[in-house]
């Protein structure tokens, strides 16, 4: 292997570690507000959020590795915040508006 080929697979595994990891925490506050909002409107706008987080996550983890590879990092994603929403619970937030 070249030297210019393992520095580009270290910072495409640096740029996947790091895209995945802010994904993981977006995607766990905004389960949060979904499950805060269970009977509010707001639900709809929170969950056509979560759907674009998601299709940006796999389009830019796409410009470093495979289609397959992308499609199994977004379920593994999803499968570890469930898992950290079972098992270490959710902050709940207030679904009532007030003004200052």
Do not use: H, P, W
Not at 32 to 59: D, G, P, R, W
């Amino acid at each position: 292997m070249k030297v210019r080929e393992i520095k580009n697979g270290g910072k495409v595994i640096i740029n996947v570690f790091f895209e995945t990891l802010t994904f993981i925490f977006t995607i766990y506050l905004i389960s949060c507000f979904l499950i805060s909002f269970q009977q509010s409107f707001f639900k709809i706008l929170i969950s056509c959020l979560n759907i674009s987080v998601m299709a940006n996550y796999k389009t830019s983890i796409e410009k470093d590795v495979s289609r397959r590879l992308s499609n199994l990092l977004l379920i593994a994603s999803v499968i570890l915040i469930g898992i950290i929403i079972y098992k270490y619970g959710y902050f709940e937030v207030s679904n009532t508006i007030t003004k200052f």
